[in-house]
């Protein structure tokens, strides 16, 4: 691979400074004059028809501004995940949400909101709000709800009752065949919990609107164009009439605003409509919790044919999602969860069939992963059994399966490179896999090893339209101007798409400025998520600068030939190449002008160096290997994890600092989704964990060594060989951990969270099934 | 002249409603956390030395958070005319001002400034810095100045004492001989007063600036690309590291803030960087007066040789103008002064020489004219005077003389169009010409009418840079945003840019947005000045709207080929058009497809219309003829102006109701100028008249009828036929004004404001002279 000078080192963050020194850049910081405070009532109910609703008596509070209901506002159908833009033909985009309902579908659904002079007021005026509920059968479980006499939740669909969208099926080969070939057939279903993703800052925004009904919206998203769209559909005004853009940081996303920020925008819109002031909304830690998307949950169904070698012949995987009450991303989240379980290793004859359902509970939607934790968490549990029943060392057997250069697999795109045997040699090197089976489990603490992979993707297509615009401007004093639509929500993108541009074009980081997040500043984009800001976004950034680094050489060739000094004489533009801010002549390095010099003049003749790209990719795999080393107390059932290890084909890392913190924060997603995070529910559909401290978020000081390895592989379809990583640091950590475990204790899960009580009764089980 | 659906229409502004309702949409309307409010101490005196100044109290007052003055700012020098960006080579940028200096220039002159909670604070802190100055020698007149014993103001400059830039000469022909063929030679010097832009909006910043030492500044400029370089140099960081924006509107400008505005945004960061918190600072309308730029002051003189029949065989013109105490556009000012006056008239031999002299009074910069008022008061009040003389009819020798389409003029681009014989003789029928000469002045209230010509340009070409680019970007339900670096400053800009992209896309208004004046929203654009926005930034999204609105009917016409319904098969892109919003087939009408359909399509493909152009314009001249009735009170002095008539040739009005309004404001200047606006002095350099109620700027009450009548012509520069409107409403008015002053009571003027005082005077004296 090529070396760079600025592409791969470890430089500071440019978002760094302000966010250690607590800066105001936050939604929740933005204040604008006359800003009003909004609440939202929700409902107690999982599902109930809205018989009456008062809201007199809370508007005659003092210092109400507005209340709106479903009474006073829209009746328009959408989504909060922008599944408009992102929805791909033949698929029809689902719209099954609106502002307020006179049905509410599950415990914390939005029943009307306040906005006040301040937080105080909007919450008294709350309980002001007199609602007559009409309770309606319930159901929580994905499977009971699929049932013929499980209560209709959303009326009449399409693709049948309580289905949001499309079933999603995939098959290659012949899968009746492949399981005729098999020596062995392994059959398993695995029960996958809710999580959520816990960014630091709730759901936010804060609207304002101008006197001809122009809507400026400062937000949390992810995604400001895709948002602006939702937006605009739903209030019914141009997209070009609506703005929406990060303040200009986000705290974290995870994917649970990809789209909206939950219901924040449209409730700040509508009350500042109403107000006629600008609003403020934003959600306490709880309604994050009970209000905004989850990770899917549901059931994950294995059947996998091996030859006696260990070779796969056939695999089945058939899914049913928790959809919750309302679609948000269902069936991408199939689409992704069946594609990535199924292009994880080679497999002549492949099957997939999944499908979401609705139930009376927080809808779930995108997260960090996107149906691949859900897909590696099985896959990976069971080749840890299929390994030991075949006698064959588990790395061995997922070296032998593992996909090809070129492969045949189900998704429209080449797998063009695979690292994935180096992640597992130095992942296995790095945990000590020597040692497994040498401990000393003579004691009531165990301790085991484990080791799972997983694959994902570098951006959203096929599962969801991508492409992405950006420009790249050089400013007249040869600095230089990124404007993208993708936002800064933790994962370094100014610093990493600068390092490409300065890489490109010659010109020094500190002279490069990002703006980020602005539908007024920057082409249409489709934000950050699915990996792909640096894959894609860094494709675009990095064709402009190459577009203006062009015209600045052309320009400079020529200003070069009309000067009277000979050693510039017919300066040849091929000749020419910017190297840290100056332009020098490749033949003769004593040769060179600075580029601001070449910009002020340029300037004076009017010429202006504007790059445009649009970029539609292709997709790369990046893969991985994760390995666990774990001690478990048999008396108490705790599991410690001593070291997790991640070994990650990431392609190429820009700023590899940046690459490993992305990576050890989706360890630390793994390990809460290995053992301790999962949304409860109790009979009534109330959430029982609404809190990081119930919801047993996992803390640093819970977390174990974490190592992150980046191996470096040579994708040809980016400029700078990059892969997507934003998402992969989680998605095989439940499953290293679960093998981890057996390997101590030897008791199998299929159920994640493995809580210490889970744990503990299963020792128990196998003590009794012993005696 | 081509017949256009939206382009020409009176279609109500887009700034309208905003404004109607008081929306706050100025500078002086931010409000950021934590921001402080500024105040500015400033000289009392026109010229000293700082010897000491203390601020050690100020600093101790309760609630001041920082106080800056030359002891603890930058020495960087600069200009608050983005000289840097504007003055082409070989003329070399002045830079003559420092925040703040040890040495005071004129009454007003800043000296430190104080940033606190309150205004009221920031007052009393002021009051509490100690200054101890040594007074020096001063001068206010600029021939004075000029002497060898002047005091020397600026200490050694490259073009001599007190010459803050280069003398302009102009020549064409050989100006001896064309004296010496004229039958008739006449000779007068002219005095323009100091006049004031007075715009509704003082000048305004707000600053703040990150924990990485990004600024941003909410900025009252005309110029939000050019303020940014000035604030860039002088705070030393990389252009793409200040961002300057119009929060959206600007309450007028008239010149005054082309740059800077005065040193609001300096002293606003510099005073944010020391306080590490957002500052505002809002001059109040005193400090507007005394310290932002005026009018150029000075004596124009003029010699003109002439043939029996009217034909000018030479014309000579000599300026010494009044630049202040700093150079802003002194010289620019100047070579405007020249090239206008000098090419409102063919005529062979031509020969102009013009200085600007520092003084101890106000800068004098950009306003309104830029130098064509002064050219024409002189040219036209003379002409006045040649007329008589020769016996010929005032509109006929205009027209005699007057510049013909490709005739020979000191400019460096031709004259492709001019209409002014219909302005002379479309103005004389309004104005009712033919009632001239037969009043009847029996009476003490005697009557006269008068008429003048002008010229200007629709861009800063040649006497400064002048390009332009713009974004046109279709958005994804087929609406339109434009984004342009221009501001709103009152001339209905976002509503004419837009009727030329609606026309030229077939998009309909409703859906078309201008994001305005933000370095981060817009690539490089040098502004709203020179009557160029229409022109120059029309050219720029004209031409990109056609780049989106080809690539939109491609992407179309690929779409309609690939569908199968058969009407739309092997549609050509030829064939296509957008209107109304939808794409047509011109041979067949009942083809369409919705543009919004279409970009959805474009959309699911990854496919934008992202237009970017990039324009460096030639230039077109604006052709005028005022007419003036006037009665003159001979007992009093008092001058009523009983109507006023603009005849302009402006290519073609986009939006006539818009059109009528520049012209007419500029009459109400250009009243103001003849007849009672003028900033005087005391003998120690105070201004006299720092109010508007002082400075006896006209109001709508004191206003005759204005009637503007728009003369169109097939100007072939634009794509419109566009030419410059911004300026030209007053470049004339003051000559009409003195032409009917002295046809009512026959008396000729040399200098203006004709004040009441002045006119009794010289009638008084013309009495004496008659005795």
């Known amino acids: 691979m090529k070396n760079y000078s600025v592409v791969g080192k470890r430089l500071p963050r440019y978002d760094g400074t302000q966010k250690a020194v607590g800066a ?43 209340v709106i209901c479903h009474k006073n506002t829209t009746s328009k159908l959408f989504n909060t995940s922008a599944t408009i833009v992102f929805t791909l033909p033949p698929l029809v985009p689902v719209k099954d949400q609106r502002i307020f309902d006179d049905v509410v579908r599950y415990v914390g659904d939005e029943v009307a909101a306040v906005a006040a002079e301040t937080e105080e007021i909007a919450q008294e005026a709350l309980k002001l709000i007199e609602v007559e509920y009409e309770q309606l059968p319930s159901v929580f479980d994905p ?13 009449p669909r399409e693709h049948g009752k309580n289905l949001p969208g499309e079933k999603i099926h995939l098959e290659l080969g012949d899968i009746q065949k492949g399981f005729e070939d098999a020596d062995y057939i392994f059959e398993h279903e695995f029960k996958l919990p809710v999580q959520k993703q816990c960014q630091m800052e ?26 602006r769209a939702i937006l605009a559909d739903l209030f019914d005004v141009p997209y070009s009439k609506v703005r929406v853009l990060s303040p200009p940081f986000i705290g974290g996303g995870f994917g649970v605003r990809i789209g909206l920020s939950a219901k924040a925008e449209p409730i700040a819109i509508a009350l500042a409509q109403k107000a006629k002031r600008p609003v403020k909304v934003v959600y306490d830690r709880e309604e994050d919790f009970t209000s905004s998307d989850t990770r899917h949950s549901g059931y994950v169904y294995l059947k996998t044919g091996v030859k006696k070698d260990g070779t796969f012949t056939a695999r089945m995987m058939k899914a049913v999602l928790n959809a919750g009450a309302y679609c948000s991303f269902s069936t991408e989240t199939h689409g ?7 292009s994880l290793y080679s497999c002549p004859n492949q099957y997939y069939d999944g499908i979401a359902v ?32 075949l006698g064959i060392d588990r790395r061995e057997i997922s070296k032998k399966n593992m996909m090809k250069v070129g492969g045949e697999w189900v998704l429209p795109y080449q797998c063009q490179s695979i690292a994935l045997e180096e ?24 301790r085991g090893i484990g080791m799972a992979c ?26 230089v101007q990124i404007a993208v639509g993708s936002p800064e929500m933790g994962t370094g993108v100014q610093t990493t798409l600068s390092q490409m541009v300065s890489e490109t074009l010659g010109v020094t980081m500190d002279k490069i400025e990002v703006t980020i997040a602005d539908t007024e500043s920057s082409p249409f984009e489709i934000g950050a998520h699915a990996s792909r800001t640096c894959y894609v976004v860094g494709m675009a950034v990095t064709q402009a600068a190459a577009q203006v680094k062009k015209e600045a050489l052309e320009f400079a060739a020529k200003l070069l030939a009309e000067r009277e000094s000979c050693i510039y004489c017919a300066q040849d533009v091929q000749d020419l190449d910017i190297v840290d801010n100056m332009i020098v002549s490749k033949s003769n390095p004593n040769k060179k002008i600075s580029l601001r010099e070449v910009t002020i003049q340029a300037q004076f003749k009017g010429e202006q160096f504007i790059g445009v790209a649009k970029v539609v990719p292709q997709n790369a795999p990046p893969w991985l290997a994760h390995f666990a080393d774990v001690s478990v107390d048999t008396e108490t059932g705790k599991v410690t994890v001593n070291k997790l290890v991640a070994a990650h084909d990431v392609g190429r890392a820009i700023n590899p600092t940046i690459v490993e913190g992305q990576i050890e924060g989706g360890l630390a997603q793994g390990y809460g989704y290995a053992l301790t995070e999962e949304i409860l529910y109790d009979e009534n559909g109330r959430q029982l964990n609404t809190g990081f401290h119930k919801y047993m978020l996992p803390t640093a000081v819970d977390l174990p060594e974490l190592q992150a390895i980046i191996v470096e ?45 889970k744990i503990y009764m299963a020792l128990q089980e196998s003590l009794k099934s012993c005696e």
């Open 202 to 227: 709730t759901m936010a925004a804060v609207a304002t609107i101008d006197a001809d009904g122009k809507i400026t919206v400062y937000s949390s998203t992810q995604t400001v164009h895709p948002s």
């Open 423 to 446: 992640c597992i040699d130095q992942g296995a090197a790095a945990i000590g896999w020597d040692k497994k089976g040498t401990f000393d489990n003579s004691g009531s603490v165990k």
């Open 143 to 155: 499977k009971e709800a699929n049932k013929e006499e499980a209560p209709d939740l959303q009326g």
């Open 358 to 389: 609705y139930t009376n509970t927080t809808p779930s939607g995108a997260m960090r992963g996107f149906g691949s934790p859900q897909a590696s968490t099985a896959i990976e549990a069971q080749l840890d059994i299929i390994a030991e029943e």
């Open 713 to 757: 592989s040579d994708e040809p379809t980016h400029p700078f060989n990059v892969k997507g990583v934003g998402e992969t640091g989680l998605i095989a950590t439940a499953a290293a951990i679960m093998n981890a475990v057996y390997d101590a204790i030897g008791v199998r899960f299929f159920e994640i969270p493995m809580t210490e009580e």
């Open 454 to 479: 997983g694959t994902h993707v570098s951006n959203a297509w096929p599962f969801c339209g991508d492409y992405s615009n950006a420009y790249v401007n050089i400013q007249q004093d040869g600095s």
């Open 336 to 342: 992704v969860l069946g594609c990535m379980g199924l």
């Open 24 to 66: 105001p850049c936050f939604t929740s910081d933005v204040s604008l004059p006359g800003m009003l405070y909004a609440k939202v009532l929700r409902s107690p109910y999982p599902h109930a028809r809205i018989v009456n609703i008062d809201t007199t008596k809370a508007e005659q509070l003092p210092g109400v501004a507005a």
